[in-house]
């Protein structure tokens, strides 16, 4: 039976807090499987997976015949305390509270937010107002011994069978009855007289902290959290020994538990719960998440009688874990061990050493063209291997998300000389694969002179160029300086001939104005003066015209005459 939060719970208790499984993990969705017979009509195993809820009960603790017990309710102890008292009045019996007033001055103090204890001739008697109680008059004392004072708030006060139990919301009071019943009160309290016998709170139990950690010691994942709680119970030869009355379960999100009552299994989900029927007891705890885990297996004889120890890579997902109860394996490595161990030595049978020796890594990511000789290891082990334990697999509730075979060691005398040819073959190739690389280096390195001297005489040619295109500039600009100086020397002699031939025109025109013959004649004589100050003043001036060119030719001739005889002579 699971317990929701409901506040106290009696022996029929079975587990008590949480909630119902989530509907992917509820038995609705297995009917088929959990619920077919074998061949004698039972359940495999003798198990029966039960739907959830099964073992659910919502009895109260207090609806039992439970005499003087009252619950704390929201008005708190004082309130719960008189009504105690109260019943105690109804029945004939001596009262708890105790009918002193309090006064100011003298006595014992009780303040408040506490309550004062006296011990009145073994029974108890409460003082529940703050103040002081004095000692006299002696009649009062005689017979009752103050014991002391406790709070309001104290999680357990237990006094001449007087028990007071107060939880917080995550603490959990584990408590015997006089019948020794075992009940559990959480999120609430009770105050109590026992008549005959007492209520023994044998635990406070912090739900959210319990000390046992709970580890799958294969993937190491934790499971959850555990706290049994004892009693000591007396024997008939004057020892006492421990029992457990009570299991607290502390299960993470993404795990559950399985409890079995017979040969039923109910599914536990996550959350705080506890156990308190001797009937139900914990099945185990399984992780709902993603597992991986390097499994290696037992040694296994290829065809030609290679003995070869393989690595498996599992990775695997529990999504029921009733079926893999149900089937009596307590983990789930524990089921894929089995079946993987299985199938591997079925195929590796059929297979012979060389075949296996040229894969390093045997995994179902190794796809091949089909062009490899040894292509059907591969493809029996992407295909049956997987096929196989994956079908396995959901039979225990399994979900296969991975499977390789990540390393092999092969054994025995064959393997041993096997495996120096294949070093040595190994390393042949490797001294092959270092010489292809090293001409592949000298390769890249001539390659890369080869393009350093390209880029080089490239670097050349366009410097060459530049050179080139720099002095074809400089000749254009040089001859482009003379054209310019040229043309504008001859466009100013052009212009100062101009200018000298309009000057003349200009004093020709002058002098042609010039009537008066005293002027003329002085312009002459001007003129005579400017051309001997020009020629010197030795200068002869022949005239070219009229008689007097002639006599400039005769004189001349005759000139020349003298000139050859003084030769001659």
């Not at 156990?275 to 993603?290: A, D, K």
């Not at 089921?335 to 590796?348: E, G, H, M, W």
């Not at 490899?372 to 396995?392: E, Q, V, Y």
């Not at 060119?549 to 001659?568: E, P, T, V």
């Amino acid at each position: 039976m699971i317990m929701d939060s409901s506040s106290v719970g009696d022996n029929t208790t079975v587990v008590g807090g949480g909630s119902v499984a989530p509907k992917d993990l509820s038995l609705d969705q297995h009917d088929d499987y959990l619920r077919k017979p074998s061949a004698n009509g039972k359940p495999s195993h003798g198990l029966q997976p039960v739907a959830e809820g099964t073992f659910l009960r919502t009895e109260d603790y207090t609806l039992g015949n439970r005499p003087f017990f009252v619950n704390i309710g929201k008005d708190g102890l004082i309130a719960a305390l008189q009504k105690l008292d109260t019943q105690l009045k109804n029945a004939g019996m001596t009262h708890i509270l105790s009918s002193k007033r309090p006064t100011d001055w003298i006595g014992r103090e009780v303040t408040p937010g506490e309550i004062g204890l006296i011990n009145h001739g073994g029974l108890p008697k409460v003082l529940t107002r703050p103040g002081r109680y004095p000692g006299t008059p002696m009649r009062n004392w005689w017979a009752r011994k103050w014991v002391g004072t406790k709070g309001l708030s104290d999680t357990v006060i237990q006094f001449n069978g007087l028990t007071v139990v107060q939880v917080s919301q995550n603490q959990a009071a584990v408590v015997s009855d006089p019948q020794n019943h075992i009940f559990v009160i959480k999120n609430t309290g009770f105050v109590s007289y026992a008549i005959e016998g007492t209520f023994n709170v044998l635990s406070i139990v912090d739900q959210t902290h319990l000390p046992n950690l709970v580890r799958d010691q294969i993937t190491g994942v934790t499971l959850g959290w555990t706290h049994e709680v004892t009693m000591k119970s007396a024997l008939g030869d004057g020892h006492k020994r421990e029992y457990v009355v009570a299991l607290f379960l502390n299960i993470p999100a993404n795990n559950c538990a399985i409890l079995q009552k017979g040969d039923d299994l109910e599914l536990l989900p996550a959350g705080q719960h506890y156990i308190t029927n001797p009937n139900v007891t914990l099945r185990g705890l399984y992780t709902l998440g993603e597992n991986q885990l390097e499994m290696p297996t037992k040694d296994i004889f290829t065809r030609d009688q290679v003995p070869v120890a393989l690595t498996i890579y599992l990775k695997w997902q529990l999504t029921e874990p009733l079926k893999l109860a149900t089937h009596g394996y307590n983990t789930p490595y524990d089921a894929l061990r089995d079946k993987t161990q299985s199938i591997l030595t079925q195929i590796v049978a059929h297979l012979d050493y060389s075949s296996m020796v040229k894969q390093r890594s045997l995994g179902p990511d190794n796809v091949d063209d089909g062009t490899d000789a040894f292509s059907p290891f591969l493809d029996a082990l992407r295909t049956r291997a997987m096929d196989d334990l994956h079908s396995a697999a959901l039979e225990y509730g399994i979900v296969l998300k991975d499977l390789a075979v990540i390393d092999r060691q092969f054994k025995g005398e064959i393997a041993t000389t096997m495996d120096k040819l294949t070093t040595r073959a190994l390393q042949a190739q490797v001294e092959a694969a270092n010489v292809d690389r090293e001409n592949s280096n000298k390769i890249k390195q001539e390659e890369g002179a080869l393009a350093v001297a390209r880029v080089k005489a490239q670097s050349q040619n366009t410097k060459a160029d530049a050179e080139a295109y720099s002095v074809v500039a400089a000749a254009k600009a040089e001859a482009q300086r003379l054209q310019i100086e040229a043309e504008a020397q001859a466009q100013a002699t052009r212009l100062a001939a101009q200018a000298e031939a309009e000057a003349v025109r200009i004093k020709a025109a002058a002098d042609a104005e010039v009537t008066d013959a005293f002027a003329r004649e002085m312009e002459l004589r001007r003129v005579d003066v400017s051309r001997v100050r020009a020629f010197g003043n030795k200068t002869v001036f022949v005239p070219t015209e009229g008689v007097g060119a002639q006599m400039g030719g005769i004189m001349a001739a005759g000139m020349a005459a003298s000139m050859g005889a003084d030769k001659r002579a």
